[in-house]
């Protein structure tokens, strides 16, 4: 197996591992060349922190970008802003746009969210997630697919590529344009490509200020996406 390899990224420590397994900070970029890119976030923590979080109680706390509070479950009643008051409704959470039943709402997640879409797209937009109290998410349930679902991929693409800053977003879990960007890598859509080689151009200087994202790993997903696509080697962070 070949050494890991490392570079800097204005100030952040990035590490290629040999494993396809691209590293840096709290983030981690799964890439998976059989299935494409998918990116999941983990925060360290000890057991003395779980033990903690265990006796703040039962208030859910995975983020509040989750089914429990979509405009699309069912039992929200396509509230814009339904929050935690409707977790004691014995009505089963449903999502409607996805025809899913969802065991666990307030730790399951997708990019339909109105923090990701405040448009009210209703076409699914990338996989189902399932997570954690401490910022763990994971796949659960991949995106579905046919031809008006790529198209309207490729158009959310295109509107993030022709931005040079990222837009403000809920800060938890996964960005707007990475979903997109694994998504597309996934089908290994080749529409995608020029795109992604705009995003891959963007600056990667770090915001000047802390509480606003950069778009260091908008262009780190928009390389590894590309080497999915086209099959051409890439080199994240350059």
Known sequence: MLAPASLALEGIRLTIWANDHVKFQVTEYLFRPSSGVSICTFEKTTESDKAGTERLGTMPNGGSDCCGTCWFN????????ASYHRSHD??????????????????TYCANHPHRNPRKLSLPIGPVFVGDS???RERWKPSPDNEEIRLQLLELL???????EPPLEYHAG?????V????LAEF?????????????????????????????RTVIAAELALETITGEKRHPGH
């Open 74 to 81: 069912r039992k929200n009643k396509g509230e814009e802003k």
């Open 174 to 178: 996964f960005y707007l344009d990475e």
């Open 188 to 216: 290994k859509e080749e529409r995608a490509v020029e795109d992604l080689k705009r995003l891959a151009a963007l600056d990667t200087r770090p915001s000047p200020h802390p509480i606003f994202r950069d778009n260091r």
């Open 134 to 136: 401490f910022g763990r």
């Open 180 to 183: 997109l960007i694994t998504q």
């Open 158 to 164: 295109k509107r993030r590529a022709e931005r040079e």
């Open 90 to 107: 014995p009505r089963p959470d449903y999502c409607v746009i996805r025809d899913l039943a969802i065991e666990d709402p307030f730790y």
